[in-house]
DNA sequence: ATTCTGCATTCTGCATACAATTTACGCGCT
DNA sequence: AGCGCGTAAATTGTATGCAGAATGCAGAAT
């Protein structure tokens, strides 16, 4: 992932314009592997693909690299990238490491917190709240979401930011599955409140405890509404 | 994720034969970034690098996002890619996200090892003690990595171990500065033991704490050898 | 003397063409 | 009929050519 740059995932940015042609394709293909457009396991045609997409085929290969660098997908010599499978394995282990990355960035981020920071938190929080309470299902988890990368960013520290980036996109993706089945909104609500006071405390250990439990009951109970479905574990 | 683990960094593996072009390109060109004959903040002329690998310059291309990913350059927009600076902020975050990473990784490693990855590890300690001895510092070095390494396979969870790996990588690259100026070898060998105990009595909690606080001060005494020469800051 | 402007050069970005490897199919053999 | 082999089609990997953007330089205007 580029250090610097804001924000390369494309989501909904304004300025789309000066993005190369590989990272439009990209971004596109990321959008469709989270979408489960790109079923998992199956394989990618890149000529069909490039015609799709209307790009050639040498800056789609490109953006297979970087798609694969993030785990998306899976290239093999001489053959067909495969859409890379999400087993229920893969997925209980990305929430684990998400869990302990996140947990890591909350006791740091209970360390250098500015007061604008918190701030920050605390009109998230707020609105967030708001969306629960109006059951504003997409805001939500758009706002969710937002918190979790703002406490990441309140680490004050680069690579672990970007090793985050990488798991929320293919956490993103298993989530995209269980579409709104997220049933403990409540709990998510109260959890992040907790989270956000133990940070105004300057609580590390609290906070980062808080937060990996949170981040693990997500990834469980992701799990739990996709567990009559097994069938994603592709071969 | 991908249930079957390679080895898609090609780390002096023994089988180079079955490499495609721009996968040796990028192996060339991490282990010329690692060494610094690439220059933190120098610019990479496309047609230069390419005559000099041997290669045309769509697999060259292709190894730049693949280095981009793991951190090691910097791409920007219409312009020569740079070697990503290793200033004395990034390798403190460097070194505090990696001991992060490997505090969780020790923890879930005092649940899952098993009696023949505890073996192993012994193994690897008792080696290294004799390296040690006998003052050999590239073997010493090697094994040191190695028992990291194998600390975080026994964690068995897959995202981590990328997510590692990637981290590795760069600092291998702040390590390859301070050559050997490493001169806490005792220091090092008797804290891998306690880690080691730790680990056996399955107290995650210390082997966790106990492998934070290692990396960290690796990355400290790494510091302190780079700092009468800061110039690394490149702009 | 300095700065702005326009042009030429150089380099990146993309598309296309070519080579190598894999996969599919059909023929012949057992 | 089933199996193995060889050839052809398809697909990935690599090289090259062309267009657009950025950089440097020269000259003119202030």
Known sequence: MQPKSEAPKGR?????????????????????IIRGELPPGSQTQETRLSKELGVSRTPLREAMKVLAAEGLI???????????????DGISEL????????R????????????RD????????TRMEGHHRNGKLDDYFAINGEIHN??????????????????IARAERARY????????????????????????????EAAGRLLGAHVRQTGTALLETLA????????
Chains 1, 2 share one sequence.
């Open 12 to 32: 909904k940015s304004p300025k789309l314009k000066r993005m190369g042609l590989h990272e439009r394709a990209a971004a596109r293909m990321r959008t469709m």
């Open 74 to 88: 899976e290239l093999r010599p001489n053959r067909s990238p495969r859409i890379a499978a999400l087993a229920v």
């Open 95 to 102: 929430f684990e490491a998400l869990a302990g990355i996140e």
């Open 104 to 115: 890591l960035a909350a006791e740091l981020a209970a360390q250098r917190a500015t007061e």
């Open 118 to 125: 918190l701030a920050r938190l605390r009109t998230l929080q």
């Open 150 to 167: 703002t406490i990441v960013r309140m680490a004050r520290n680069t690579p672990l930011r970007e090793a985050h980036e990488t798991l």
């Open 177 to 204: 599955l269980a579409l709104g089945a997220d049933r403990r909104w409540s709990n998510s609500v109260d959890e992040h409140a907790n989270i956000l006071a133990a940070l105004e405390a300057r609580d590390g």
């Open 228 to 235: 009559p479905k097994p069938k994603l574990t592709a071969a």
